[in-house]
């Protein structure tokens, strides 16, 4: 019986479970402007995944890289919920470089 298929689905599970978590609190801590951030890390981590001669550490690495892709795409959504006083606001966030720049970028949805 090959368990490889199984572990490699729980994982994901997890790593989408703690995504949940990650989002909420950068959000909260740092702002929706982190996102161009948070995606760039994201494909990084998923180029990276190709490179792991080690099967588990392609598919953790592309599978945390694929929560930060999605991540970056809920953080406007989220400040949304926040406002909305489903989530604790933070009005003391910590500011990004280059924050007018990224203003100007139109927030991604999936």
Do not use: C, D
Not at 46 to 56: A, D, E, L, P
Not at 79 to 103: Q, T
Request: aromatic share 22%; proline share 5%.
């Amino acid at each position: 019986m090959n368990w490889f298929g199984f572990l490699v689905g729980l994982v994901t599970f997890v790593v989408i479970g703690l995504g949940f978590v990650w989002v909420i609190r950068g959000e909260r801590y740092l702002g929706y402007l982190w996102w161009p951030y948070f995606m760039a890390l994201g494909i990084v981590l998923v180029i990276i995944s190709f490179f792991f001669q080690n099967t588990w550490a392609s598919v953790l690495t592309g599978v945390i890289g694929g929560s930060f892709i999605w991540g970056a795409t809920e953080f406007k959504e989220q400040a949304i919920r926040a406002e909305l006083g489903w989530f604790p606001f933070n009005a003391k966030k910590i500011r990004p470089p280059f924050e007018h720049i990224i203003k100007k970028w139109k927030v991604p949805h999936l």
